[in-house]
């Protein structure tokens, strides 16, 4: 390809609001452009990326077994009322009203299309294990999209999904993905830190994100520098770090506390720590699962709200995803102060679990781990102290709902945790039957008796992980493209187009185009140092310098020059085409 | 790729509402499934030969010196403000709003966001010409979605945007389009009619549709079995049939015609010929292009709707689509009744041209051409006879808009034209500065002077084009894939997948993928006429039957049989794998 005859509209000014290299060079590169805020249009030299990024993800895909299809992007809301996520899914979600009033979704996901698909035809166990994927267009209507593709609004995921008639297989093909993710990471050069991870509104058991560490990452990762622990803050336990139980506590006693309203006031007034202190939170949470209503006595229901309360030891917070978790809830909120007080029924400042019956209580580990503790005593400016657990309060039901931070010891084998930011790159389920139940997929087993299947999904973000490359690969100059994705392998840059030098400049590129390898010829009338810069921002692995000095040499040579690499070398002409031709062949095979 | 892991839910029942053969076989062969009306899903088969008949569009696009490029799917309200179709598309147009309140548009084309793009780099004449193309989800709120992916909602479209300094630059780039648009369907086998075709709502000069041949086409095309003139109704022309003009007429003169309403009666009260009566219907316009208003006194403005009288000679029709190109007119429709008795001054069925004033008079050239015509005298229960154009009235504007029927005479050649019903599978336009004028494209020319560049646009449907490839290679039993658009070249069908049949199909499976010849085996443990009626179904271009009888002969063979043909033919085991490599590649090649 003649750059003249290529659209490569690069820039030499770093546009304001890229705050990050890959949104700043993917601009500058020509890549992509704006169409509006968290929307950008891929251009060709994008493009070329991008198409090699989706096979690599086909090939891996393929590989496992799973079939691709194409499901629309617009679908019918009724799939997703269906599954209860047009109401749980939140403003995010894209919806649309066609001419006739009837409500679709521009698909941010699809597992209802895919669960619609499967269940039209899926009578019989012999159809299972069935794996199906798609690469396509994606929407989610965020709220502050930023950092170019790396938190766009319209993107392209791969989204696979498998159905399965026990746990077993289910269990089998999520391991093949999951190594499939493995291998297309590293076909990517990408450093992916797999993690632990919460299910979200997804529902399901177990799930596995892959992360790049990230400055601006939303995520916050848990990382053992001893054994190798791996978890997304959201999901991340700790080693229980409870202080040995005393012998005897004294008997539960009212204190005191005028105006003393929040733990810093209280260790400073009492002259404890706050590891001492029961901290009692209320929050709000919207779809609560059905079956912890037995087992909790919080509020089932689609949409329906209901309140409870959350004891914690006084140095630590709830993370309210793992809250969520816990309770299967679509979404989990601190209450506000006008509730907490009725709930309460003293001022901000004085709750705590005993005596406490208008909401049910769930506890953190930590909190029904302490003996001897102070409360708040659901009355002005009173607390109590010698709270114990059991003795004095009971809560309906004790989980790990604690942010672990950096310094808390590894559940594995109890070395302090590391903190990182993350951003998430690709996600892998166990769904379980949740959308093969509430969407009634059946298919008859062998002893012809009606089952409903299990489910796994396995996301990719195509745009972000592409982002990462460039994120993971560049210097001050520019990209520098691992070969599996380089939009060219070579560029080749004649110092000026014309006589002895285009000749040879042409005769390569036609070499080497023979040899499959992909050539941009700067065929432009600029200066070589124009040429240098665009071709080092736009981060081709290997760019071959002609110039009349090298070929007035015997043998002529050529200068050839691995992209980020010190030094340049001089090769022969006549062995130049093979000499690339093999260095792209040796990383250009998928594995 | 064995049967028993691929996706291939095959239907023996003929769904109730598939009218048509695509429609039908597509979802009996288990190629797509409905989501909702208008919105299907390709399943694992179906993707097969999309993905196909995507490349070659792409390796045909990229032939032209074509750049692909992605832009979204949802793009801003705004752009589609800025070129005036947020209101010209109407509602076919599915508008979003998104969380914040903005206005949004899932693209039924991208004209306006590849001039967006295009607009932000353009600067110098050296950058054009500039072709660009997309192959991306598209939108159409279709109002009556039918005959499967034939006519949906949502469908694949490749769409081109070149843009040039001037109109030889955009011929030029027009006629390679053309060129590639031939060699596309050639390659898909499909037997395509090039008409001359209206350019539409997307405005510019020039412009032609490829059509198919199709009892359910949406489009009436007149073609010339003689010179080949082919040319949508919305745009054909016609010789002119005026009869010769009398030497004398006698005065204008009124006369009664009580109740007399209808050109049929008016025809048998005064025992003329329709031809010797001028018919006047009056139309509402919306969107009428400002230049037009100099010339006719007919009002534009955006939206504003604007009335006017159409006279023609009349046994014939007005062609809405050819006025409103005439008129450069947004829309164009009948006016109701009441507006007529109102703009007319009498009741219906009476109107005329002599003395009308209340409304400009666009005339067909059928109605000027006539000389002692009869007409309505806008007056209840009165015509005119004896009216001459020129001497009793005068039109604003004089121009064609008639229907062309069977049987009018070829413009070129003057024999009698055919009618045939069409359905639109691509379509070429010159645009013109339309769009780059309304959203301010501009380019610096060699004088340093500022321009507006000139644009092509150049559309093809994929879902469509697919499914005319079955409507044209079918017959009872199933599809008949040309090859290069089969999901399988091949299929192997073991009468029983064991023993000395099993080696056998699995060694001549594994010598094809060898020859990158793609396969299904089909190990399925079902009868072999149950393989067959499938095989036949889903259209695999080579069928071979492995079975012990011709594997006992002596050298062992295979029967293989061409999807279509009446005879198989035996076939030494040891060169089959050669034989069918060499079918394929023959066939699979791009030209």
Redesign the interface.
């Known amino acids: 390809m003649k750059l003249s005859?290529?659209?490569l509209?690069t820039l030499r000014e770093v546009p304001g609001d890229a705050l990050i290299a890959s949104h700043r060079l993917m601009l500058r590169a020509?890549m992509m452009?704006k169409?509006?805020n968290g929307?950008?249009?891929?251009?060709?030299l994008g493009?070329r990326s991008?198409r090699k990024l989706e096979q690599i993800i086909r090939q891996e895909m393929d590989a496992t077994?799973s079939?691709?299809?194409?499901?629309?992007?617009?679908?019918?809301g009724?799939?997703w009322k269906e599954s209860g996520r047009w109401e749980a899914m939140g403003?995010?979600l894209?919806r649309?009203k066609?001419?006739?009033g009837a409500d679709f979704v521009?698909s941010p996901t699809a597992e209802e299309?895919l669960t619609?698909?499967v269940r039209?035809?899926l009578e019989s166990y012999k159809?299972l294990p069935?794996s199906?994927y798609q690469i396509?267009?994606k929407?989610r209507?965020e709220?502050r999209p930023r950092y170019g593709v790396m938190r766009g609004?319209?993107f392209v995921m791969k989204d696979a999904y498998s159905f399965h008639a026990d746990d077993a297989s289910l269990d089998k093909t999520y391991a093949d993905m999951e190594r499939a993710y493995r291998r297309i990471f590293e076909r990517c050069a990408l450093t992916v830190i797999p993690v632990k991870a919460d299910s979200g509104a997804m529902g399901g058991s177990g799930s596995e994100e892959f992360m790049v560490e990230s400055s601006i990452g939303d995520n916050t990762l848990l990382l053992c520098p001893s054994c190798g622990y791996a978890a997304n803050v959201e999901k991340a336990a700790c080693r229980s770090d409870a202080p040995t139980p005393a012998l005897s506590i004294p008997l539960l006693e009212k204190i005191d506390t005028p105006n003393v309203k929040t733990i810093k006031k209280l260790c400073d007034f009492l002259k404890i720590d706050a590891k001492r202190f029961i901290k009692t939170l209320f929050f709000r949470a919207l779809n609560v699962e059905a079956d912890l209503q037995a087992e909790t006595g919080v509020q089932s229901g689609c949409t329906k709200e209901t309140f409870f309360a959350v004891c914690i030891r006084g140095d630590l917070e709830v993370n309210e995803v793992k809250l969520a978790a816990v309770l299967k809830a679509g979404e989990v909120a601190l209450a506000a102060d006008s509730d907490v007080e009725r709930l309460s029924g003293a001022p901000i400042g004085f709750a705590g679990p005993v005596g406490l019956s208008s909401v049910p209580i769930i506890a953190d580990e930590t909190a029904t781990a302490m003996q001897g503790a102070v409360t708040g005593a659901l009355e002005r400016d009173m607390h109590y102290k010698n709270v114990c657990a059991g003795r004095d309060w009971t809560a309906q039901l004790v989980c790990d709902v604690r942010t672990v931070k950096a310094g808390d010891g590894c559940p594995s084998c109890g070395a302090a945790l590391d903190e990182k930011k993350g951003n998430e790159l690709g996600h892998i389920f166990k769904l379980g039957r949740k959308y093969t139940s509430a969407m009634q997929v059946s298919y008859l087993d062998e002893a012809g008796k009606s089952q409903t299947p299990t489910m796994g999904c396995y996301g990719i973000g195509l745009d972000r992980t592409l982002a990462s490359v460039i994120e993971e690969h560049h210097d001050e100059a520019g990209i520098i493209w691992p070969i599996a994705l380089a939009p060219f392998h070579v560029v080749i840059v004649p110092v000026k187009y014309d006589g002895a030098v285009k000749t040879a400049a042409d005769t390569l590129a036609s070499d080497l185009q023979k040899r499959n390898v992909e050539v941009l010829l700067d065929d432009r009338p600029e200066r070589a140092g124009v040429k240098f810069n665009d071709a080092d921002l736009i981060g081709i692995p290997y760019r071959v310098v002609v110039g009349d000095k090298n070929l007035a040499q015997t043998p002529p040579k050529f200068e050839i020059k691995r992209r980020g690499a010190d030094q340049a070398e001089l090769v022969e002409c006549g062995a130049a085409a093979e000499y690339l031709a093999g260095k792209i062949r040796v990383t250009t095979q998928a594995p």
Chains 1, 2 share one sequence.
Do not use: H, M, S, W
Not at 39 to 44: C, D, E, M
């Open positions: 005859e290529f659209y509209p020509g452009r169409l509006a929307l950008f249009a891929y251009l060709p493009l991008f077994g079939l691709e299809v194409k499901p629309t992007v617009v679908v019918p009724e799939l403003a995010a894209l649309v066609n001419r006739l521009v299309a619609a698909i039209e035809d159809q069935l199906l396509n267009t929407y209507d709220i609004r319209e």
